[in-house]
């Protein structure tokens, strides 16, 4: 299970309600441009992130044209809990950036539009990751990341 530092502005209570659903697990929708795929996660944990699993055949590939947002949708499996938007782009120079959404709290959202800085930066990846919980860290607190949806964009995009 990975760990981000991020603060503490979730309630822990809420928290406490993210988790894995029982298989098949829950998918995230990607849309852009005209065209939508679906995906199951590419890893995933139970509640206490004691057993997680991989799944190497789950992600999504989309063409996405440079400029064009990205609309994702996330159900309430998902939703019910903290979760962000982690994305790499690159710009129109060549170089490649990372970035991420805020943090949204549990049950206040089910999509996102992800909108790149400038109309000419070229999406390459973007990673829906719902939070699985809490631990203590050198930096103080951090999230457990509880699992995690991926979409990879199509060269040709």
């Known amino acids: 299970m990975r760990r981000v530092v991020l603060p503490a502005v979730v309630g822990l209570a809420a928290l406490g309600v993210a988790g894995c659903a029982a298989p098949p697990h829950p998918e995230v929708t990607f849309y852009s441009a005209g065209q939508a795929v679906r995906t199951g996660p590419t890893q995933y944990c139970d509640h206490q992130g004691d057993q997680c699993g991989a799944d190497p055949r789950a992600g999504a590939v ?8 990205v609309q994702i949708s996330v159900p309430g499996e998902v939703g019910d809990a903290a979760w962000q938007v982690v ?3 690159r710009e129109p120079g060549g170089a490649e950036q990372e970035a991420r959404s805020s943090v949204f709290a549990p049950g206040d959202r089910l999509a996102y539009t992800l909108v790149l800085p400038h109309a ?3 999406l390459e990846t973007a990673e829906v990751q719902r939070f699985g919980g809490l631990a ?11 699992a995690t949806w991926v979409l990879s964009v199509d060269e040709r995009g």
């Open 62 to 69: 989309l063409r996405v044209p440079a400029g064009k947002p």
């Open 87 to 89: 994305f790499r782009y």
């Open 120 to 122: 000419g930066d070229r």
């Open 136 to 146: 203590a860290g050198p930096d103080g607190l951090e999230y457990l990341i509880g």
